[in-house]
T-cell receptor, first 116, second 120 residues
């Protein structure tokens, strides 16, 4: 099945700096890659996603890049703010058949801390 | 409903008791997941239902854990003979399995607010 590795597990930056979180996936058939943000005590919320036919997608201060050949994708947050502090999860959606069809596999999570 | 609904929001039980956690997915969503999250930890996959196909149960940690999805909608996660290490937040999530070009919103995964389970 799909395996998603996420790095780093923790990331600490100063307000205004950029933050980059990287994920790799194992199944070349995966075709959808969302990122979730989970604030303390809350449910994970989708913040951005990318499909396999696109190399990059931006939404204000957040961008995601995808390298299908290398099977890795990254989340970039620019001009970080204290409210960006949260746990971020990447995921990959399986496109193969069987019981795992359409299944999203999550990375281990990255704890991002933005210091004022 | 407007989102994924889970009940109860909090459950305190004694070691050895059975518990049932309920998830009401977004109407029309054919895919449903259960995850477990311990304090400060990641999302531990438990089980995945998609349509009428056999579920992916590869994440269930022991035979004390089971889940059903009746009528392709509501799901119940049952934990038998609870242990203290079962204490965690249990999250349910649902999505559509329509092809990706069938609409941006439909393929997205939405989480419920979770059930905080405490086993004393």
């Amino acid at each position: 099945g799909e395996n998603v590795e996420q790095h780093p597990s923790t990331l600490s930056v100063q307000e205004g700096d950029s933050a980059v979180i990287k994920c790799t996936y194992s199944d070349s058939a995966s075709n959808y890659f969302p990122w979730y943000k989970q604030e303390l005590g809350k449910r994970p919320q989708l913040i951005i996603d990318i499909r396999s036919n696109v190399g990059e997608k931006k939404d204000q201060r957040i961008a995601v890049t995808l390298n299908k050949t290398a099977k890795h994708f990254s989340l970039h947050i620019t001009e970080t703010q204290p409210e960006d502090s949260a746990v971020y999860f990447c995921a990959a959606r399986n496109n193969a058949g069987g019981t795992s069809y359409g299944k999203l596999t999550f990375g281990q999570g990255t704890i991002l801390t933005v210091h004022p | 409903g407007a989102g994924v609904s889970q009940s109860p929001s909090n459950k305190v039980t004694e070691k050895g008791k059975d518990v049932e956690l309920r998830c009401d997915p977004i109407s029309g969503h054919t895919a449903l997941y259960w995850y477990r999250q311990s304090l400060g930890q990641g999302l531990e996959f438990l089980i995945y239902f998609q349509g009428n196909s056999a579920p992916d149960k590869s994440g269930l940690p022991s035979d004390r854990f089971s889940a059903e999805r009746t009528g392709g909608s509501v799901s119940t996660l049952t934990i038998q003979r609870t242990q203290q290490e079962d204490s965690a937040v249990y999250l349910c999530a649902s999505s559509s399995l329509l092809p990706l070009n069938s609409g941006e919103e439909r393929k997205k995964l939405f989480f419920g607010s979770g059930t905080q389970l405490s086993v004393l």
